[in-house]
């Protein structure tokens, strides 16, 4: 299948696998790489630029095909050393780097200088299109069922996805809700150029997290995220748990006066307990709605290769009997 992100990436199928805390390292990475998507190395899970130069020569040794790296720039007392991070992409010789949260604008002209493809992480069509002003050579439009940040608006993708059709000049993919070949057609009939999957792929044999990550996603139903950090508009979609209860019952209880440092010990710092160890009541960790669509924890290249032979057969059977009727 060719679309203007495979010709873009130098990639084979148009999925790509998105950023994820504690989870996008280097063996996931190389996996969909090696499978025909385009994997992506979490930056700062790495957090400093030595450990992400050492992840992405790891990655380099387990495959030969495009790989991305994840950089999120969020709001922080001490941030990380964004200059060093993109020196270790820039040396490690990293073609494609997948950028979120705040502005990246200021990051474009090193990467374009290194001959970096930028695609930037966009929930809404106004940020798209600044994203596309910028420099950006390509957007992920998130809608509201993704996993993590889906923004303020609330829109979900059977609107965004056409609506970014009809404004942007730049490719696109579709992020948030998608698991499938049917995902990845819908995507496709609404304008994009393909797929990006985060919470399906933590239900893979390679992502590199505990097993009860695993089955707390196979155990979902699409009615157990929920949404975290609304009064401080930092929404998230997380997967439920104890955890996230009581974080919601702060939310409630303090209502106006709710601040950050209420609710910290739920949402920062959590990651390795639950990824790692496992410990599935720690706190909120961004999963999407998407986890209802999630079945098995097949090997990510029997999962592309399923997508995307349902995907052939799904255009070329299922909508051409249609049109045939």
Known sequence: ??????????????????????????????????????????????????????EIKRCNELTNKPFGVNMTF???????????????????????????????????PMMKEAGIKVIHKC????????????????????GFECGGHPGEDDIPNFILLPRAADEL?????????????????????????GMNMGTRFIATEEAPVHENVKQAILGASELDTRLVMRPLRNTERVLNNAGVEALLQKEKDLGENLQFSDIIDQVAGVY????????????????????????????????????MSEADELIAQRLNSVLSA
């Open 123 to 142: 929930t809404s069509v106004r940020h798209s299109l600044k994203a596309q002003k910028i420099g950006c050579d390509a957007v992920s439009v998130d």
């Open 1 to 54: 299948m060719k679309t203007r992100i495979t010709e873009l990436f130098g990639i084979e199928h148009p999925i790509i696998q998105g950023g994820m805390h504690y989870v996008g390292y280097a063996n996931l990475a190389a996996a969909v790489s090696n499978a025909g998507g385009l994997g992506i190395i979490t930056g700062l899970t790495q957090g400093t630029p030595e450990k992400l130069s050492a």
């Open 272 to 307: 390795p307990d639950i990824m790692i160890n496992g410990n599935m009541d720690a706190g909120a960790w961004s999963c999407g709605m998407v986890a209802g669509l999630i079945y098995d924890a097949p090997s990510v290249a029997d999962l592309i290769n399923r997508i």
């Open 169 to 193: 000049d730049i490719p696109f993919v579709a992020s948030g809700g998608m698991a499938d070949a049917r995902s990845l057609v819908a995507a496709l009939s609404l304008g994009a150029e």
């Open 74 to 108: 969020l709001p922080s007392l001490t941030p990380p050393d964004y200059p060093g991070m993109f020196q270790a992409i820039i040396d490690g010789g990293v073609k494609i780097v997948e950028t979120a949260g705040n502005n990246p604008q200021q990051w474009i």
